[in-house]
Antibody
């Protein structure tokens, strides 16, 4: 059974930092591109970042470029998102997802990140 | 950036009826990299259709996708009670990857 389990909910102050984690099982993680997709409360889906299977290439949405860093540890089947200089508009549920030939076939349950003072 | 516009915003239907959801792209989407997702309240999105018309594993055949270029359609032939949800289209034919704003199918 495929599972993607993101780290727990977090409350962080504006300007602060946070690292999200996602642990995968049930599929070949080391052969899979992985992404983070977020959803602000009551809003639609927004792609955040993608990393290739070996970690050699990354891509970011303009809204997070320079503030967020995606990484992975294939030995641990883990995906990470280091977020810094957080803003209120970064408040969202963050999903990790497997990116497979341009679409997302496996999704985690999501973790809520709240940026507020 | 390719902008995906979904219409209508909300579709009010009854179980047993058919549904037609539209996704229009601001530019032609290459490689048929167009997917559809279903999302129910409090749940993660679920992949329904990829590459315009290929159903994902376990998706019933009442869901079908079609289209090309800039105009794409998700059709639900006969709505079941569990189909009432929000549906999103998504493209990867151009960078960055983008999602449409969603269509809510409600009773």
């Amino acid at each position: 059974e495929v599972q993607l389990l993101e780290s727990g909910e977090s409350l962080v102050q504006p300007g602060g930092s946070l690292r999200l984690s996602c642990v995968a099982s049930g599929f070949s993680f080391s052969r899979s591109g992985m992404s983070w997709v977020r959803q602000a409360p009551g809003k639609g889906l927004d792609w955040v970042s993608t990393i290739t299977s070996n970690g050699g290439s990354t891509d970011y949405a303009d809204s997070v470029k320079g503030r967020f860093t995606i990484s992975r540890d294939n030995s641990k089947n883990a995906l990470y998102l280091q977020m810094s200089s957080l803003r209120a508009e970064d408040t969202a549920i963050y999903y990790c997802a497997r990116e497979w030939y341009g679409h997302f076939d496996f999704w985690g349950l999501g973790t809520l990140v709240t940026v507020s003072s | 950036e390719i902008v995906l516009t979904q219409s209508p915003g909300t579709l009010s239907l009854s179980p047993g009826e058919g549904a037609t959801l539209s996704c229009r792209a601001s530019q032609s989407i290459s490689n048929n990299y167009l997917a559809w997702y279903q999302q129910k309240p409090g749940q993660a999105p679920r992949l329904l259709i990829y590459d315009v018309s290929t159903r994902a594993t376990g998706i019933p055949d009442r869901f079908s996708g079609s289209g090309s270029g800039t105009d794409f359609t998700l059709t639900i032939s006969r709505l079941e009670p569990e189909d009432f949800a929000v549906y999103y289209c998504q493209q990867f034919g151009g960078s960055p990857l983008t999602f449409g704003g969603g269509t809510k199918v409600e009773i």
